[in-house]
């Protein structure tokens, strides 16, 4: 009872002691109400100015455009033919004109020189194939991969680095030469140097019952195979190691069923497809475990180009799912995700287009102008999705059809 007893007095005298401070403010109201005031206000200007300088006055929008191996002088023609309103709208109202290119004229060289504003000797980047000078052998300077770890390739300072630095905001979709993505004030998606799942540029898969050429050199994996109303085929995943100097690929076996004259059933890893001839499947997703822990995730095409008299499979080169993928393509990492969320699975490989497919007559003419509207459709939907949320600073595109074609 001693310890209630003295718990309601001290109560009693915290209740007076509040009574008597509120007396006190309402009488010296005046008083205390103006240095409080002062104090806010004080306050309230620190803090803005502080956030005032947190960033650059910086409105503007930059956009630029970046068509691979487009020629101006073909340009100029279709111009002066009225076949390009635009660009002809463009160069009356604008600045144009003729600028060199770099020495090499080729992609990787030239794209290095444009986003740092330097030369190969300082840039890094000479060739689209660079050499060893301990061992003379020769790898593609698009990517540097070193046991699992991606190394960035060019040795300089590119213009969205300056502008993060200036606290300018800015969104890089597939400029050449950015796997892995760098960390900036904005967004990036990588571009040419992103491989396929084998680690390549670009190895397609091709099943044929068909003679092959055992001397001519491929630029993918074909297989001569035999026709049956079933057929047990392999989807071709990365290389791993099994012993000390051993490796092999991980394959995930998918069934081919003849389905009449002009179509067949596919079934991989718990899916199942229907395919006719002169067909392009949409995105397949493969899931190839790496070890007891973890899976490189893949997404692919099927194109069935016949069945009579021979059956030919073309599988597209499997690309690293942008949902999941093995290694960063986009800054920040859920960016490739977040494309996907608005505009649907896209080509995640820094070269899309399977030429090689072409030069090896595995594909058409036609069929590769198919894959080459798709490809631009993604890249203008990306565009366009940039566009829309863009309010203020850079926005960099690359388009690589032109140079394909």
Known sequence: ????????VFMGFLLVFIKNIFKFFKKHKKIIFIPLFILLTSVLTIIGVHMTKKGPFFQKKIIILGFDGLSPVLMEKMMDDGELPNFSRLRQEGSYRHIRTTNPAQSPVAWAGFSTGQNPGKNGVFDFIIRDPRTYGLDLSL?????????PVIKTKR?????????????????????PPEKINGKMLSGMGVPDILGTEGTFTFYTTGVLDQT????????????????????IGPRIAILKNQAKNIEVPFKVILNGKTTV??????????????????????????????????????YLVSLEPDFKLYISPIQFDPRNPFYP??????????????????YTQGMPVDTWAVNEKRLTEEELL????????????????????????ILFCYFGTSDTL
Not at 1 to 8: E, G, K, P, Y
Not at 160 to 178: D, G, H, N, R, S
Not at 221 to 230: E, I, Q
């Open 159 to 179: 213009f969205w680095q300056y502008a993060t630095e200036a606290k300018i905001p800015a969104v890089i979709i597939t400029c050449p030469l950015t796997f």
């Open 370 to 393: 198919q894959q080459v509207n798709e490809v631009l459709k993604e890249r203008e939907a990306m565009l366009d999705l940039e566009l829309n949320r863009l309010k203020k600073g």
């Open 1 to 8: 009872t001693w310890l209630i007893s003295l718990l309601v």
């Open 216 to 235: 001519k050199d491929i630029g993918g994996k074909v297989f001569s195979v035999k026709k049956a109303p079933l057929m047990v085929l392999r989807l």
């Open 143 to 151: 990517s540097n991969i070193k046991k699992g770890k991606i190394m």
């Open 329 to 346: 393509i986009s800054y920040p990492k859920n960016y490739s995700q977040e494309l996907v969320n608005h505009i649907g699975l896209y």
């Open 265 to 302: 059933r596919i079934e991989h890893q718990g899916k199942s497809i229907a395919l006719q001839v002169g067909q392009w499947s949409d995105w397949q997703d493969v899931s190839f475990p790496i070890d007891l822990f973890r899976k490189m995730k893949g997404i692919f095409k099927f």
